[in-house]
């Protein structure tokens, strides 16, 4: 029989081994998920830029003025190289850039998180998957109460938005 301190030695060397295979594995997980999911993101951010473009286009007709229309195009143009550089790099270098960003400029990344998390809370809010097909749904800010079938601009929030 091996004394107490060799065993939890042996211990803490099996756990050690274990968490590290377990580290590997969730990496190695993420890094196929990210691969997977990569070319639907790249497709989506292709059709950003176009729509981006098509409005710049429209808005060429005169009435509307220049800087707006160049502010479009350099959006559109901008998302189209991020989508470009996303499809050409594996998981691994998209991570170390995004760690490169962060550490280099750590203000406008949370900035940055912070508005890509609002944008997504709005969209996945905005669903309307989640309601029944029958349900009515206020075009402005307010509660709608189904019980009542009224909705309540007093009970809206800040501004009458919710």
Do not use: Y
């Amino acid at each position: 029989m091996q004394p107490p301190s060799e065993q939890s030695g042996d211990l803490r060397n099996e756990l050690r081994d274990d968490a590290q295979k377990l580290t590997s594995s969730a990496t190695e997980r993420l890094h196929s998920e990210a691969e997977q999911r990569k070319g639907p993101a790249v497709e989506q951010a292709r059709s950003v830029a176009s729509a981006l473009d098509r409005a710049a286009q429209d808005l060429g007709g005169g009435k509307s003025p220049a800087w707006l229309k160049s502010l479009f195009e350099q959006g559109a143009a901008q998302i189209q190289q991020l989508a470009d550089a996303v499809e050409q790099k594996d998981s691994r270098e998209l991570v170390e850039d995004i760690r490169q960003i962060a550490r280099n400029n750590p203000t406008t990344f949370l900035a940055t998180c912070a508005a890509a998390g609002f944008a997504a809370s709005r969209i996945f809010r905005a669903e309307p998957s989640n309601m029944p097909a029958t349900a009515s749904t206020p075009v402005s800010g307010g509660n709608f109460q189904p019980a009542s079938n009224q909705w309540s601009p007093a009970t809206s929030g800040f501004g009458g938005v919710s």
